[in-house]
């Protein structure tokens, strides 16, 4: 280090302002493509440490024209790996953006979108090729990610979310309880099972007492003392809490 000439304070000043328009000058490009522009100027930055490390300066090249090339990368890779949810190597991205470029030129030029032909025999390469970089140019946005700062950040999945639909885990539990509630009225006597199943709606509209002394001609009375001694008696079982759960969730 001792046989290095060190800078003047000057020239550090120029060769500070020259690298940080440099990588300034390269973030911007990138701008809205998943990261913020703190986001790409701290990339840039971390491109800028490789290239110093890596410069060197009997190669004949400027410095700051060596850390261009490694801030430029440092960006794509961070563009590639952390704007999107499912990751796609650099050089694809760079031919969605060229294919992308092109699409805008011709629109100009034909007064119309071009075909995927048109694009792929400008672009010298295939057609499936152009409609595979036009099928992932499309974004897929995270259901996590904060679709507004501040104290209440609210993500896609709760914009999503719709609360009037049925909820699959929801419906899964429900159908293990009915069984388990079957299961249940399977140990009483076919009267008693009836008389509870009419009540509290399983499987039906729920009925009143007046309603099942009808259909199985009994009292009311009668069926309300049915009732109770069933359920006494089902208090001793193992799986009563969960037909209490079903009985009065009037749910079915």
């Given at each position: ?39 790409l ?136 309880l ?29 009925h ?45």
């Amino acid at each position: 280090m001792g046989t290095i000439q060190l800078l003047s304070n000057k020239e550090e000043i120029i060769f500070a302002r020259k690298i940080r328009m440099g990588y300034h000058e390269k973030a911007t490009p990138y701008e809205n493509q998943g990261l913020s522009f703190s986001d790409l100027i701290n990339e840039g930055n971390l491109g800028l440490i490789k290239g110093i490390c890596r410069f060197d300066e009997r190669k004949g090249y400027k410095c700051i024209s060596y850390c261009v090339w490694w801030i430029r990368q440092s960006i794509l890779q961070a563009i590639s790996e952390q704007s999107r949810v499912i990751r796609c190597p650099t050089n694809k991205i760079a031919f969605y953006k060229k294919v992308k470029k092109l699409i805008l030129k011709l629109e100009q030029n034909l007064k119309r979108k071009p075909t995927i032909k048109e694009i792929s025999e400008t672009l010298k390469c295939t057609e499936k090729e152009v409609d595979e970089a036009i099928l992932n140019s499309y974004k897929i946005p995270s259901l996590d990610a904060p679709l507004s700062e501040g104290e209440e950040t609210v993500n896609l999945y709760e914009v999503l979310t719709n609360e009037n639909c049925e909820n699959a885990e929801e419906n899964l539990e429900f159908a293990s309880l009915k069984e388990e509630i079957q299961s249940v009225l399977k140990t009483l006597p076919e009267r008693e099972a009836q008389i509870i199943k009419l009540h509290f709606g399983i499987g039906c509209y729920p009925h009143s007492l007046e309603e099942i002394a009808k259909i199985l001609k009994l009292t009311r009375e009668r069926c309300r003392q049915i009732e109770i001694h069933t359920l006494k008696r089902l208090r001793h079982t193992s799986k009563i809490r969960k037909l209490i759960y079903f009985l009065y969730s009037n749910n079915f």
